[in-house]
């Protein structure tokens, strides 16, 4: 009886090592995802910003939507993309903790 506390705080602590590793993995492949829909789309910067933005936030869940952070540009024929999302405490959409996780990639530009 006098074990269970600490059983139920060792499940706490594992789920939200999960919380933490899954934002970690939706912002590597919403990175992904927004770089080569960036480096796919012609014209002009704006409208390749605007096709990063929009295939890197469709496949996020809504808990982390309201979080999300973008930069997505090209350099040296590289077009980039850094999603940044905050850490769920415990229950995604309920709290966040102060830190971010940032996940970058990079594809090369079509022409």
């Given at each position: 009886m006098g074990v269970t506390p600490l059983i139920i705080l060792l499940c706490v602590?594992?789920?939200?090592?999960?919380?933490i590793g899954y934002t970690f993995i939706l912002a590597g492949n919403a990175a992904d995802v927004g770089a080569r829909a960036g480096a796919g789309t012609q014209?002009?910067?704006?409208a390749q910003q605007a096709a990063c933005e929009q295939a890197a936030g469709e496949d996020l869940p809504s808990a982390w939507t309201?979080?999300?952070?973008?930069?997505?540009?090209?350099e040296l024929g590289l077009y980039r993309a850094t999603i940044t999302l905050h850490v769920p405490v415990l229950m995604p959409?309920?709290?966040?903790?102060?830190f971010k996780v940032?996940?970058?990639?990079a594809s090369v530009k079509e022409s």
């Open positions: 602590a594992l789920w939200q090592c999960a919380l014209g002009s910067p704006s309201g979080e999300v952070g973008y930069a997505c540009g090209g959409g309920a709290l966040n903790f102060p940032d996940g970058d990639a």
